[in-house]
């Protein structure tokens, strides 16, 4: 059977270069990047090249990137280490909500942000919670189930102005949208390698001023200080070549996703009734397309899909197994019955407009014998 994959937000799959690059270093070239010795050099050097390609995906300093093993790490250092009450939004990923419910049973202050039905924050609202000294903005810059993009400049120029500390999770933006770290003046920011084509294991936390973060863990120093442990050389080096390449081919591979994307929400609308998009009045990220499918149980149409070789998703990939429906379209629809009707489809550079017609074909055919 064919396997289709719209699934690029829950993770992408690694590209034939960046794992031939990556090779070496499962293989061959095992040095510890610690070691004085020549092993140890060359693995060091590979980590310092990782660090500037990953740095200029995002328009940042090397020196700025502190590599950790995923995102969720890295956003829960930021957040536990943040100080003043931290203001986010109901429509983040989960590694952002739970850790803030972790640090609000331990007395730290939250405030959560309402969205609207585009999926978008009120910012008088958030101006308004900007009064306390010391605070810290967790936004996401773009949604990782319905691609709606947050205005992460404004939501900058409004923080800098307030004094207060701007932590972006960046990690389905990075690779998609252009970002420059230190034009917008964020403080810190989070990417992940395996959204970008990237092997798992590495990602980053992007700091103004990484001296000014407490350590994460004590060790053997890795990390300027800040993160000890012996790294993940051939993931680290995998990020490295995985943002390089996105950074060569952001426009392309955005051109290229945006109009299947579009094909694929056109045919659905057009073929199959009682359908709608979720975050359609407000920009999004040009690979992701979230589709309500009134009157249908989302899960029983994701299955009837994956039969037919498709992978799609009805919420976050973290989150899939809880069996609740996605947090975010509730938060958007105010409905449980919407949130558990939608399906996200997640495309990329990789699908070709044959795949989008044969899933749109399913999709119909599928939808038609639900009902
Ligand atoms: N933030 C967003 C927006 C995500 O989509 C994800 C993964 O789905 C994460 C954070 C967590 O990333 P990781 O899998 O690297 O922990």
């Not at 307030?162 to 770290?181: E, K, M, N, P, W």
């Amino acid at each position: 059977m064919r396997q289709i994959y719209f699934d690029n937000n829950s993770t992408t799959p690694l590209e034939p270069e960046t794992l031939q690059a990556m090779l070496p270093f499962l293989n061959g070239h095992f040095g510890n990047p610690s070691s004085s010795h020549s092993h140890g050099v060359l693995a060091a050097q590979a980590i310092d090249r990782a660090r500037r390609q990953v740095a200029d995906l995002v328009c940042a300093e090397a020196e700025q990137v502190i590599f950790c093993a995923s995102a969720t790490e890295a956003i829960n250092w930021a957040l536990h280490t943040c100080s003043g009450k931290i203001i986010t939004s109901e429509v983040e990923h989960t590694a952002t909500l739970e850790a803030c419910s972790h640090l609000r049973s331990r007395d730290k202050q939250v405030t959560v942000l309402a969205v609207g039905s585009s999926g978008q924050l009120d910012l008088s609202e958030l101006e308004l919670h900007l009064v306390h000294d010391a605070c810290t903005v967790a936004l996401l810059w773009a949604n990782n189930e319905t691609g709606v993009i947050f205005p992460i400049a404004d939501i900058a120029a409004l923080c800098r102005s307030r004094g207060a500390y701007l932590h972006v999770d960046a990690v389905q933006a990075a690779g998609r949208l252009s970002i420059d770290f230190s034009a917008l003046g964020i403080d810190s920011l989070v990417m992940s390698s395996h959204k970008l084509f990237g092997p798992k294991g590495a990602a980053a936390l992007v700091v103004r001023d990484p001296d000014r973060i407490p350590p994460l863990l004590w060790g053997g120093g890795q990390e300027r200080g800040r993160r000890g442990g012996t790294e993940n050389v051939p993931a680290i080096v995998g990020f490295g070549i995985a943002a390089d390449r996105a950074l060569h081919s952001l426009a392309e591979r955005a051109s290229k996703a945006s109009e299947l994307r579009d094909r694929l929400e056109t045919a659905i609308l057009e073929r199959v009734r009682g359908t709608w998009i979720n975050g359609a009045g407000s920009m999004r990220l040009p690979n992701t397309c979230n589709v309500g499918f009134d009157g249908i149980d989302a899960q029983t149409l994701a299955d009837i899909l994956d039969g037919h070789g498709v992978a799609v998703s009805t919420g976050s990939a973290c989150h899939a197994k809880s069996m609740e429906p996605s947090h975010v379209i509730r938060a958007m629809t105010r409905s449980h019955r919407k949130a558990s009707e939608s399906i996200r489809f997640s495309l990329s550079h990789l699908n070709t407009s044959e795949e989008v017609d044969y899933v749109a074909d399913v999709v119909r055919s599928s939808a038609a014998a639900l009902r």
